[in-house]
T-cell receptor, first 112, second 113 residues
């Protein structure tokens, strides 16, 4: 059982549509990080959220950290083909020494 | 800006052989992490080092060992390779601190035949 569950596992949408990826857990995290990974490359950090209820915006991407710091979401507005990739959420827990635990990933395909 | 450097990018080995993967973290980063990512899977934590001392251990097989050297580079040594060890191996570094993000290298793709 994954400590962090991401949903959906796969998402295929048309360019211009919106999408939301969810990251859920029964555990409390000190922070949640979102990464995007392209094939054959390492994950690249998009954002870190640390405060319960926090909302961060990065151009067309909006990240939210749940009030209880157990869940997070990533919303992309007006998706572009360049948004295609594997989106990974990763949680850090103080008890785990800041070791990151990754969710299973959501593979996003934005079609032209 | 300098990034995490991993070598080699690709490695092909036969079963029962050994492999050594190298990682050069971002300068002044004091923590190094190793992750294994199988095809279509998320990265799985193997082991980490803080200031050259092992700080945490994940699902690293006993056949694998790792260390961090005085210049902060790290090596992952893999012996008695099995077909199931074929994967992408990522190294990441961070500056130790609460909630500090990880910076990943581009990985080493290991293929065991």
């Amino acid at each position: 059982t994954q400590l962090l569950e991401q949903s959906p596992q796969f998402l295929s949408i048309q360019e211009g549509e919106n999408l939301t990826v969810y990251c859920n857990s029964s555990s409390v995290f000190s922070s949640l990080q979102w990464y995007r990974q392209e094939p054959g490359e390492g994950p690249v950090l998009l954002v870190t959220v640390v405060t319960g209820g926090e909302v961060k915006k990065l151009k067309r991407l909006t990240f939210q950290f749940g009030d209880a710091r157990k869940d997070s979401s990533l919303h992309i507005t007006a998706a572009q083909t360049g948004d295609t990739g594997l989106y990974l959420c990763a949680g850090a827990r103080k008890a785990a020494g800041n070791k990151l635990t990754f969710g299973g990933g959501t593979r996003v395909l934005v079609k032209p | 800006a300098a990034g995490v450097i991993q070598s080699p990018r690709h490695l092909i080995k036969e079963k029962r052989e050994t492999a050594t993967l190298k990682c050069y973290p971002i300068p002044r980063h004091d923590t190094v992490y190793w992750y294994q990512q199988g095809p279509g899977q998320d990265p799985q934590f193997l082991i980490s080092f803080y200031e050259k001392m092992q700080s945490d251990k994940g699902s690293i097989p006993d056949r694998f060992s790792a260390q961090q050297f005085s210049d902060y580079h790290s090596e992952l040594n893999m012996s008695s390779l099995e077909l199931g060890d074929s994967a992408l191996y990522f190294c990441a570094s961070s500056y130790q601190g609460y909630n500090s993000p990880l910076h990943f290298g581009n990985g080493t793709r290991l293929t065991v035949t």
